[in-house]
T-cell receptor
């Protein structure tokens, strides 16, 4: 298995632009998570899907952030409009279920200028 | 609120030295996991500890879960440059066992 695949690896965009981050989880994993990592706040959970259904989006910072999982093999995290304070590394992770660990992707480093 | 505090925040040591990293909480966790994150990559799961007092070994790494299941430690014997990275502990949130919270992290640098 190729693991969790995220794209793009790096994204530089101007303030106000729409940004879409993509994730392909490991086949057979029924939970998918989006995290954001910064030096100041560490790893923060943004949203969590189980069987393609959003279970908890309490970590999504604002209405500018949205996430979808149209099927078991694909998820997107969208920021519209983007702001400089959204600059961070965004990770997608998947898990086979409760009690198991997470497999993380390599992340997307987002810079909003 | 369940929080996981790690110490030290930063650690720089010479190759061959031993070290211990701590993960503490005021809350009880059903299990704790340890991850290592290398620069430019996502965290990678090292181990899960489930039973209070449990000790697990992974080559030169020894993980222990506290008796009260509120804390854990990671001991590295004879550290090598390949051990360099960010070490994170993580535990499931109460009532939502597939949702993990992550500790504040310990950044380890092993100098050759």
């Amino acid at each position: 298995d190729a693991g969790v695949i995220q794209s793009p690896r790096h994204e530089v965009t101007e303030m106000g632009q729409e940004v879409t981050l993509r994730c392909k989880p490991i086949s057979g994993h029924n939970s998918l998570f989006w995290y954001r990592q910064t030096m100041m706040r560490g790893l923060e959970l943004l949203i969590y899907f189980n069987n393609n259904v959003p279970i908890d989006d309490s970590g999504m910072p604002e209405d500018r952030f949205s996430a979808k999982m149209p099927n078991a093999s694909f998820s997107t995290l969208k920021i519209q409009p983007s702001e400089p304070r959204d600059s961070a590394v965004y990770f997608c992770a998947s898990s086979p279920g409760q009690g198991y660990g997470y497999t993380f992707g390599s992340g997307t480093r987002l810079t909003v200028v | 609120t369940q929080l996981l505090e790690q110490s030290p925040q930063f650690l720089s040591i010479q190759e061959g030295e031993n070290l211990t990293v701590y993960c503490n909480s005021s809350s009880v966790f059903s299990s704790l996991q340890w991850y290592r994150q290398e620069p430019g990559e996502g965290p990678v799961l090292l181990v899960t500890v489930v039973t209070g007092g449990e000790v697990k070994k992974l080559k030169r790494l020894t993980f222990q879960f506290g008796d009260a299941r509120k804390d854990s430690s990671l001991h590295i014997t004879a550290a090598q440059p390949g051990d360099t990275g960010l070490y994170l502990c993580a535990g499931p949130l109460r009532g939502a066992t597939n949702k993990l919270i992550f500790g504040t992290g310990t950044l380890l640098a092993v100098q050759p």
